[in-house]
């Protein structure tokens, strides 16, 4: 078996005459914000060849980094084999059939397949809505000589599963950052850097703890870190080390990694595996490959020079946002929000966006999109006008892969991370919100399911109060014309069971008299 990287999570794995080429991202991606590191825009006509001709085609996940979209409409064969990950919905297919795709084979989450000659694959999957709704994957390669895992950036929670199919000669894995956090957000730079710092050890060690639960011979440090080319977000990249960023780079991973089995890898480096011998050819001499790394600095302003042009472009072509924005997000969030009672809840209050002179407020625990009127709020987003355009004209339907990895944009809140708000931000579609709201549920303990019933005064209502549970032959009292939660100081309406305190909560309840 042969694997040659391709970049960032890009590698070519071949096994005799079958290839399976695997996030192939050459575009730059999030809006000219990200890019591969090191460049991988020079790679071999002969590898690119291959690259565009596959046997099998396959893309762990929707994020731009992993489906260049731009790429593969344009640079790969539409008659290329994909081989789909077992998610919950089909949207990854979807995607590949607007681009021309036509032929999938259907993958079972962990259950390894025969391909040609000979090749086996198992792909694992991650659908945790934390790690976007469209869900995320890894995938094992087995053709006897070699078994090699591609977990690029899937953060599984079991960590025997990569490893079960057998023992693993090379892993390839991320280790860098990949979020926008927390150099975004609206503090002062010495918190940045200490939660930046803290980010990276947490990184780190999550790295780690894959390495050594799946036990690879060889480990591939891959799937980032991307570089920053637009001047604007140049601080990003890690340099001396000191900048607010959680992106190192491959050699401080190596530095880390325990033993000696690590492999330094560039676009266009090659391994090859058989029968427990791996053999490693850079494409260049030594001082090459470690030039990225080295001169860092210097292969940066190069790489910028080339590619400024290019970015000014695509930034200059972002459309112009337009007066009835709050009239369009409440035209399309607001059925949204109604599917999602229970993430409302889990967001909990109200979240302002400012964008070109626009104040946008979304009032979560009532479900409603309008102009701010100077509303309390635990959450802000501060979003270039073309950006937010952008997501709007096209319905983008998860704005961490269509906005908010670009980094070109301001985040404050008051308190903790709330996951609920981000995950409403990733599932901006009815098919996604629907699941954003089951997850939401689950994590926060929701039942709605109905209880046995009670007696309360003159009324029988259901046991458990609808929203948190709490047991109403307990907890539960009459006063007035309300049914009243003294546990969290819920109160419904006798006459109909319709909540007081939100709109996403009923209780069932009917007067004795009327089953007397």
Known sequence: MRATSLGHAGILVRSGDTTIVCDPWFVPAFHASWFPFPRNDRLSAQLMADVRSPTYLYVSHLHGDHFDEEFLRHGVDPSTTVLLPDFPTDELERRFRRLGFETFIRTRDGDEIELAGGVRVAIHVESSITDGPGG????????????????NDCRTDDLAALASHGPVDVHWLQFSGAIWYPMVYDVDDDTKRREARQKVESQFSRALRY???????????????????????????????????????QTEFLRRLPGDNGILNVPGTTIDIAHGSVTVTHPAGVDEIRRPFEDKAEYLREYQRDWLPWIRERLDTLPVLGADVVEQLRAWWEPLLALAPSLRLGVGAGCLIRSGGHDIFIDYPHGTVRAWNGEAHRFRFDIPPGLLAHVVATHAVDWSNSLFLSCRFVAWRE???????????KSLSPERMRRA????????????????????????????????????????????????????????????????????RRLNVRRRSDVD
């Open 136 to 151: 995320d994957s890894a995938i094992v390669i087995n053709d006897d000589t070699a078994r090699l895992v591609n977990q």
């Open 211 to 249: 390495v050594e639960a799946v036990g690879s011979r060889c480990v591939v440090p891959s799937a980032g870190p991307p570089c920053f080319l637009d001047p604007d977000l140049f601080g990003l990249n890690v340099v001396t080390g000191e900048e607010i960023s959680i992106f190192p780079d």
């Open 437 to 504: 709201n089951e997850e939401a549920k689950g994590r926060l303990g929701i039942d709605d399911t109905p209880s046995e019933e009670i007696v309360l005064g003159d009324y029988v209502v259901q046991r458990y109060c609808p929203h948190r549970r709490a047991d109403l032959s307990v907890f539960g009292a009459v006063e007035g014309d309300q049914i009243v939660c003294s546990l969290h100081g819920w109160r419904f309406s006798a006459a109909d069971g319709r909540c007081l305190n939100a709109e996403d």
């Open 415 to 425: 308190g903790a991370y709330n996951e609920y708000l981000y995950n409403f931000f």
